[in-house]
């Protein structure tokens, strides 16, 4: 066992122990949370998930532990790290970073229960039975972002309209990639446009994907909402940069660190919401229950000096219809 499981641990069962009002001592609750993404690029979501453990009632190191495993971009990792949760007996799991984790948890467990947050149809991906009635011992927060590829294709089309090939940048290891591809797909067919998909599985593939993109002289390019991509940021975002490429991302996280532009759900606000139900659950609530949750805001942003470097003007139409603008 890692030490630090092994502090959260002893913390639940020792360290802070409230006397009831019968004059008996409750254990504190342990979550588990796990996660497709690093810990570094995730830190605004993990304070988040802790804000609606808050909004919930419960403050981490006082009346709740959290033990964190972290697969950074790496899948084949979850399943074993979901076992390591489910042994460390935990009372509920956060599955974060999308599909992946989520099937991975509940592929370790049939009974304890686990709120995800993923950016595809949990129905579709089979999560849950229904939004409405989740059925089973999963619930939790799907942003659909997933499903947002044509509309990320349509603004980035409207920053370069010529009639220029556009990329689509996919992770064939993602359980909802061929679904992005297709709606993609169809959506630049209907704008006439060529789309050229590549793919990376692992780090050292998405050089050789930008170096592809030059050379098929495309103009812009929308990157998938992926959790490796999520945890490769950085490096995307300079490799977009180098390559003088325009491109769309899934989340604000991207233009705020230096990327062009973004169109999707705030994944802060969906990572509130789950720690808010597994707040819940922890009070007694069934996760059968609790209706999957949708995000009711979509926010639109762009980096101006990004788009500056680039050498590209926003038009005003564009403009008007921004969320926030990164200056």
């Not at 509920?92 to 950016?119: D, E, H, M, N, R």
């Not at 169809?186 to 592809?212: C, I, K, P, S």
Request: proline share 6%; aromatic share 6%.
């Amino acid at each position: 066992m890692k030490r630090r499981d092994f502090i959260a641990i002893l913390a639940g069962i020792t360290a802070i122990k409230a006397p009831s009002a019968r004059g008996q001592q409750a254990a504190m609750p342990i979550v588990g949370f796990l996660s497709s993404r690093s810990p570094e690029e995730a830190a605004v979501h993990t304070a988040a998930f802790r804000q609606g453990l808050r909004e919930a009632g419960y403050v981490e190191g006082h009346n709740v532990a959290t033990v964190f495993r972290w697969a950074e971009g790496n899948y084949d990792r979850l399943p074993t790290l979901a076992k390591e949760l489910v042994g460390l007996r935990v009372s509920a799991i956060l599955a974060g970073g999308g599909s992946p984790a989520a099937l991975a948890a509940k592929a370790a467990t049939p009974t304890l229960p686990i709120v995800f947050v993923i950016g595809d149809d949990p129905v579709k991906v089979g999560l849950t039975a229904s939004f409405n009635r989740p059925g089973g011992n999963l619930t939790g927060v799907a942003f659909l972002t997933g499903e947002l590829g044509a509309k990320r294709l349509g603004l980035i089309c409207e920053l370069v309209p010529n009639p220029v090939p556009v990329g689509l940048l996919l992770n064939p290891n993602y359980s909802g990639a061929e679904l992005q591809r297709q709606e993609v797909q169809a959506a630049a067919e209907a704008m006439g446009r060529r789309l050229l998909v590549v793919y990376a599985r692992a780090e050292t593939d998405l050089e050789a994907n930008f170096a592809t993109l030059k050379q098929e002289q495309v103009g812009a390019l929308v990157v998938e909402n992926d959790p490796f991509f999520d945890s490769r940021r950085e490096l995307i975002m300079s490799l977009a940069v180098r390559n003088a490429m325009p491109a769309i991302y899934h989340i604000r996280e991207f233009p705020a660190a230096g990327g062009l532009m973004s169109y999707g759900a705030s994944l802060a606000d969906t990572y509130r919401q789950a720690g808010d139900y597994v707040g819940r659950i922890l009070k007694g609530e069934m996760a059968a229950d609790l209706p999957v949750m949708q995000p009711t805001k979509f926010e639109l942003v762009i980096n101006l000096k990004t788009a500056k470097t680039l050498g590209i003007t926003i038009p005003p139409s564009l403009l008007a219809r921004v969320d926030e603008v990164i200056e």
